[in-house]
T-cell receptor, first 111, second 115 residues
Framework: EDKVVQSPLSLVVHEGDTVTLNCSYEVTNFRSLLWYKQEKKAPTFLFMLTSSGIEKKSGRLSSILDKKELFSILNITATQTGDSAIYLCAASGGGADGLTFGKGTHLIIQP | DTEVTQTPKHLVMGMTNKKSLKCEQHMGHRAMYWYKQKAKKPPELMFVYSYEKLSINESVPSRFSPECPNSSLLNLHLHALQPEDSALYLC??????????????FGNGTRLTVT
């Protein structure tokens, strides 16, 4: 059975701190790993990673995949209160099978 | 706002009611999905439509019935639901499920309450 495990499940930091969110996966015929940010409604897409060792960046957010060790990290630097959300990691296997999600990391940024 | 539109945003229904959730996308995506999300839990896959054909049904009870009238529309028909079916129902689409994986784009969801 495919499995995605995220840690920590919750994290409280102060504005300006840097955070690292972790995601490990066991997925048959792994194809890609995705990060989403979910506030009140729809998960919004952040990154899709398919190759090991290539960092993807978007502003203060960055992510990298290690296909040998089967994990990914999401970094957020200089955090802001607007970064408060649940960050979901998801992995896809072969075929039109949707995604297997982790339980998410609930990140709270305090002013 | 997302490019995947779901209606209604909120729905309250009794256990004997019949209702439908609707989802629409005009991005030319050929795969569409229904997910169910309970509070403080990740989304759980219910159904996948690939090129308007049902390709995955994740052992969902028959009181949930999906329909894909065309490549832009996805419905979820609800009948005789139970209170434990109360959840956020998310629709998603992706460009091409079969060849190279593309990210899912989610709608804002329908918040369903079954009384």
């Amino acid at each position: 059975e495919d499995k995605v495990v995220q840690s920590p499940l919750s994290l409280v930091v102060h504005e300006g701190d840097t955070v690292t969110l972790n995601c490990s996966y066991e997925v048959t015929n792994f194809r890609s790993l995705l990060w989403y940010k979910q506030e009140k409604k729809a998960p919004t897409f952040l990154f899709m990673l398919t190759s090991s060792g290539i960092e993807k960046k978007s502003g203060r957010l960055s992510s990298i995949l290690d296909k040998k060790e089967l994990f990914s990290i999401l970094n957020i630097t200089a955090t802001q209160t607007g970064d408060s959300a649940i960050y979901l990691c998801a992995a896809s296997g072969g075929g039109a099978d949707g995604l297997t999600f982790g339980k998410g990391t609930h990140l709270i940024i305090q002013p | 706002d997302t490019e995947v539109t779901q209606t209604p945003k909120h729905l309250v229904m009794g256990m004997t009611n019949k209702k439908s959730l609707k989802c629409e996308q005009h991005m030319g995506h050929r795969a569409m999905y229904w997910y169910k999300q309970k509070a403080k839990k990740p989304p759980e896959l219910m159904f996948v439509y690939s090129y308007e054909k049902l390709s995955i049904n994740e052992s969902v009870p028959s009181r949930f019935s999906p329909e894909c009238p065309n490549s832009s529309l996805l419905n979820l028909h609800l009948h005789a639901l139970q209170p434990e079916d109360s959840a956020l129902y998310l629709c998603a689409s992706s460009q091409d499920p079969g060849v190279s994986y593309s990210p899912l784009h989610f709608g804002n969801g329908t918040r369903l309450t079954v009384t």
